[in-house]
């Protein structure tokens, strides 16, 4: 059964760095396109960063663009989120999810599935 686990998150304060992790069961990461999505209370769900299957390429929304990298790492089936220099603006709840679009990324959530329950991101002082 396909499964993804979002972990990591917590609270920082501004310009401090967290790694989420999105462990995966029941399929091999680098055979799919991997996204990550946030949900701020009040706000729509939006792209965050996403990696396709290989050759790889990664994008990014253009607020994280410079400050967060996903990377993927097929031993420890799991995809990873780097976010340093942590706004305000960047508190939400952080999930993973798997695109249905054969291996490609794209920026809309419901070309995505297997939602993760997600982690929370607070940036405060």
């Known amino acids: 059964q396909v499964h993804l686990v979002e972990s990591g998150g917590g609270l920082v304060q501004p310009g401090g760095s967290l790694r989420l992790s999105c462990t995966a069961s029941?399929?091999?990461?680098?055979?799919?396109?991997i996204g990550w999505f946030r949900q701020a209370p009040g706000k729509e769900r939006e792209a965050v960063a996403c990696?396709?299957?290989?050759?790889?390429?990664?994008t990014y929304a253009d607020s994280v663009k410079g400050r967060f990298a996903i990377s993927r790492d097929n031993a420890q089936n799991a995809v990873y989120l780097q976010m340093n220099s942590l706004k305000p603006e960047d508190t939400a709840v952080y999930h993973c999810?798997?695109?249905?679009?054969?291996?490609?990324?794209?920026?809309?959530?419901?070309?995505?599935?297997?939602w993760g329950q997600g982690t929370q991101v607070t940036v405060s002082s």
């Open positions: 999810a798997i695109s249905k679009r054969w291996g490609l990324c794209s920026n809309y959530v419901a070309e995505f599935e297997n």
């Open positions: 029941g399929f091999a990461v680098e055979t799919d396109g």
């Open positions: 990696i396709t299957i290989p050759p790889t390429s990664k």
